[in-house]
């Protein structure tokens, strides 16, 4: 668990360490967060 938490914080470079599953996640994160600020922007 703590592996995987530090992976989702960690910077792009260093994601590339971390297991497969987990760098699957932060892709996911990264692009659910990046659509959510592109949303408010187009609300505003």
Do not use: W
Not at 16 to 40: A, G, N
């Amino acid at each position: 668990m703590l592996l995987e938490r530090s992976c989702l914080s960690a910077t792009r470079h260093n994601v590339l360490t971390c297991p497969p599953s987990t760098r699957v996640d932060y892709v996911k994160i990264t692009i659910f967060k990046t659509q959510s600020h592109i949303e408010e922007a187009g609300h505003e």
